[in-house]
Nanobody
Framework: QVQLVESGGGLVQPGGSLRLSCVASGFALRYYAIGWFRQAPGKEREALLCIRDIGSIRYYTDSVKDRFTISRDNAKDMVFLQMNSLKPEDTAVYYC??????????????WGQGTQVTVSS
């Protein structure tokens, strides 16, 4: 079965940091571009950033550009989202997803179940 699993979410105070992880079963992440997305209550899903198979990064929104970064460990076949200087407005369910190609585009076809991130004092 092809699936993605996110982990690392939780409750963090404003200004804190979290690192989310994304792993796959049934296929190898290393051959695909991987994106991170989030959905806050009552809002549409928002694309955040993506990493290509070769490691180059594309940001889809400026709102996280100076605070979030994405990385991958192809030896472990994992992708990470490092989130720093977290704000209450970052509270959302965070998802990773795979592009069907090696490039960061607009279509993602395999999604994880999401991990909750809550930023609150």
């Amino acid at each position: 079965q092809v699936q993605l699993v996110e982990s690392g979410g939780g409750l963090v105070q404003p200004g804190g940091s979290l690192r989310l992880s994304c792993v796959a079963s049934g296929f190898a992440l290393r051959y695909y571009a991987i994106g991170w997305f989030r959905q806050a209550p009552g809002k549409e899903r928002e694309a955040l950033l993506c990493i290509r198979d070769i490691g180059s990064i594309r940001y889809y929104t400026d709102s996280v550009k100076d605070r979030f970064t994405i990385s991958r460990d192809n030896a472990k076949d994992m992708v990470f989202l490092q989130m720093n200087s977290l704000k209450p407005e970052d509270t959302a369910v965070y998802y990773c997803a795979t592009s069907p190609t090696r490039d960061c585009g607009t279509h993602y076809d395999v999604w994880g179940q999401g991990t909750q991130v809550t930023v609150s004092s």
